[in-house]
């Protein structure tokens, strides 16, 4: 069983920036794929990025590209998600994810995780 704990989450003004960190308790991190999503009110839960097994590959999704950073740090079995240029739009709870496997066409999708945190919020005022 793999625990995943996000933190970093916050209110911050539109331009601003924030750090989520996700601590993941599994000795074998840097077998896993991992990733962020996000729920916005009202909303279902969307992709916002992953991060392969060693963190050659990235991916983003268009909302979030250029403005977001994922990485990794298998070291100390936390990914990270570096957030700038923040939006209102941006408010959402956000999850970490984690993978057993990594299949690319399933990292942009909910159905291709296998483990979940509870989530932090971030809330982005105008």
């Known amino acids: 069983q793999v625990q995943l704990v996000e933190s970093g989450g916050g209110l911050v003004q539109a331009g601003g920036s924030l750090r989520l960190s996700c601590a993941a308790s599994v000795r074998t991190f840097s077998l896993y794929t991992m990733g962020w999503f996000r729920r916005a009110p009202g909303k279902e839960r969307e992709f916002v990025a992953a991060?392969?097994?060693?963190?050659?590959?990235?991916y983003y999704a268009d909302s979030v590209e250029g403005r977001f950073t994922i990485s990794r740090d298998n070291a100390k079995n936390t990914v990270y998600l570096e957030m700038n240029s923040l939006k209102p739009e941006d408010t959402a709870v956000y999850y970490c994810?984690?993978?057993?496997?990594?299949?690319?066409?399933?990292?942009?999708?909910?159905?291709?995780?296998?483990?979940w945190g509870q989530g932090t919020q971030v809330t982005v005022t105008s």
């Open positions: 994810a984690a993978a057993r496997r990594q299949v690319p066409t399933l990292v942009k999708q909910l159905r291709g995780y296998d483990y």
């Open positions: 991060i392969s097994w060693s963190g050659g590959s990235t």
